[in-house]
């Protein structure tokens, strides 16, 4: 009995001396808010090898996001929306707008240079043409960016983007031509970015 006291007792004091400098040094990195916004502009294509891509060229897209950190660093939460234009030499043309919500992973190394893993999703506003056919589909969405500072709150830098629009669900238009088939799209985005920071630290 007596020893199992002195073991408590041990363990109450041990818990007291380590406790306080790690409790002291959560505190010491509480959380603060780092909100970025910003945008690009870029080529946009269908994916290569892809079904949309022997139907569509490499045309021109841009949108904007906003970043925030988020307590589990190093990853941030993003919100995005853009749009995207994919043209032809025939009369074959989409247009799309997704908009999406993404987790980051900045990946851990001592460079000058962000390199950040992104995955998410979201929803696509999707409208074809000559059909103009419309839709609002599931979409998929992931990529990484690089980044290096220009100055004490502005980024400058490359973004890839992976759209997967996912249409094979719906069903066909009624007023469709026989070979009207559906198939999923897959999207390439490629774009250069500007973003600025906006806490005041």
């Given amino acids: 009995m007596k020893n199992q006291r002195y073991l408590l007792f041990l363990a109450i004091v041990a818990i007291l001396l380590i406790g306080k400098p790690l409790f002291g040094q959560y505190e010491e990195k509480a959380y603060h808010p780092n909100i970025r916004m910003g945008f690009w502009f870029g080529p946009v294509a269908p994916f290569p090898g892809t ?29 995005g929306i853009s749009y995207n234009s994919y043209r032809s030499d025939t009369t074959a043309e989409l247009t799309t707008i997704p908009l999406y919500l993404a987790i980051l992973y900045r990946i851990p190394i001592r460079s000058e240079l962000d390199i950040n893993l992104k995955v998410g999703g979201g929803a ?45 669900h719906l069903d066909i238009p009624a007023n469709a031509p026989s070979d009207y088939t559906l198939y999923n799209g897959h999207m390439l985005n490629i774009g250069l970015m500007l973003s600025f920071r906006f806490n005041n630290d």
């Fill in 124 to 168: 696509s506003y999707a409208k074809n043409f000559p059909e103009k056919h419309q839709n609002i589909l599931p979409l998929l969405y992931t990529g990484f960016d690089l980044s290096f500072a220009a100055g004490r709150k502005t980024r400058i830098g490359l973004k890839v983007d992976y759209n997967l629009l996912y249409e094979k």
């Fill in 51 to 79: 079904e949309m891509a022997n139907r569509l060229g490499t045309y021109l897209g841009g949108g904007v996001f906003g970043r925030m950190n988020i307590p589990a660093i190093p990853f941030e939460a993003e919100l």
